[in-house]
Nanobody, 122 residues
Framework: VQLQASGGGLVQAGGSLRLSCAAS????????MGWFRQAPGRERDFVAAISWGGRSTRYADSVKGRFTISRDNAKNTVYLQMNSLKPEDTSVYYCAATKLVFTTSREDYNYWGQGSQVTVSS
């Protein structure tokens, strides 16, 4: 499975961005999907996850109410809509895929995208 993320960039605090992650080489509808982020000098942290069919989602407390994860199985794509962005959201964002239905654990993800830089200015 190959994952290609896009949509990062520079935005002012309070603004919005939408990340996309296109998957290829696997059966997308049988992959749990997640987003993680990693700031310089820090570990890669969980942001959001979505189950195979999209019925179940979960978010890190730090993004709850501001970020929304969704998926379009017909387009083999998962999205992360980010609203009310804060400077502390600045990170490289990674999409990831798991053979499990749904998980928030970084260790359970089998495939990773290349990362997309999101920078939020104050």
């Amino acid at each position: 499975v190959q994952l290609q993320a896009s949509g990062g960039g520079l935005v002012q605090a309070g603004g919005s961005l939408r990340l996309s992650c296109a998957a290829s080489g696997g059966t997308f509808s049988r992959l749990g999907m997640g987003w993680f982020r990693q700031a310089p000098g820090r570990e890669r942290d969980f942001v959001a996850a979505i189950s195979w069919g999209g019925r179940s989602t979960r978010y890190a407390d730090s993004v709850k109410g501001r970020f929304t994860i969704s998926r379009d199985n017909a387009k083999n794509t998962v999205y992360l809509q980010m609203n009310s962005l804060k400077p502390e959201d600045t990170s490289v964002y990674y999409c990831a895929a798991t053979k499990l239905v749904f998980t928030t654990s970084r260790e359970d993800y089998n495939y990773w995208g290349q990362g997309s830089q999101v920078t939020v200015s104050s």
